[in-house]
């Protein structure tokens, strides 16, 4: 079973808005008291790459594509994280991931938990 499972991704218009949710599967103490959560993308042809964390404190990071489009947020009594996603452009098409690991950052090899990923799809 996986610790993380995603949900909230479909079809989109340019422009439109979408929010990504994520739910831990498994209630470890690792997860409720790791230092940072994570959205990851995967786009199409490209590798994969950060597009916001959230600390244990709530302080956040996001990547300067998605800056002032998209906001992350947490839930810590449910251990839920989520990502509401506007004006959204064709080159946000990926499929997208949430992580959970100790040190922050956009190196995905500090995240040592993940979900199955979402498809978000934006259109002209």
């Known amino acids: 079973q996986e610790p993380l499972m995603e949900s909230g991704g479909g079809s989109v218009q340019a422009g439109g808005s979408l929010r990504l949710a994520c739910a831990a599967s498994?209630?470890?103490?690792?997860?409720?008291?790791?230092?940072?959560m994570a959205w990851f993308r995967h786009p199409p042809g490209k590798e994969r790459e950060g597009v916001a964390t959230i600390a244990l404190n709530d302080t956040t990071l996001y990547a300067d594509y998605v800056k002032g489009r998209f906001t992350i947020s947490k839930d810590k009594s449910k251990i839920s994280l989520y990502l509401q996603m506007s004006s959204l452009k064709p080159s946000d098409t990926a499929m997208y991931y949430c992580?959970?690991?100790?040190?922050?950052?956009?190196?995905?090899?500090?995240?040592?938990?993940w979900g199955q990923g979402t498809q978000v799809t934006v259109s002209e």
């Open positions: 498994v209630d470890t103490c690792y997860i409720r008291f790791n230092y940072y």
């Open positions: 992580a959970v690991g100790p040190w922050g950052g956009f190196d995905s090899r500090q995240y040592m938990y």
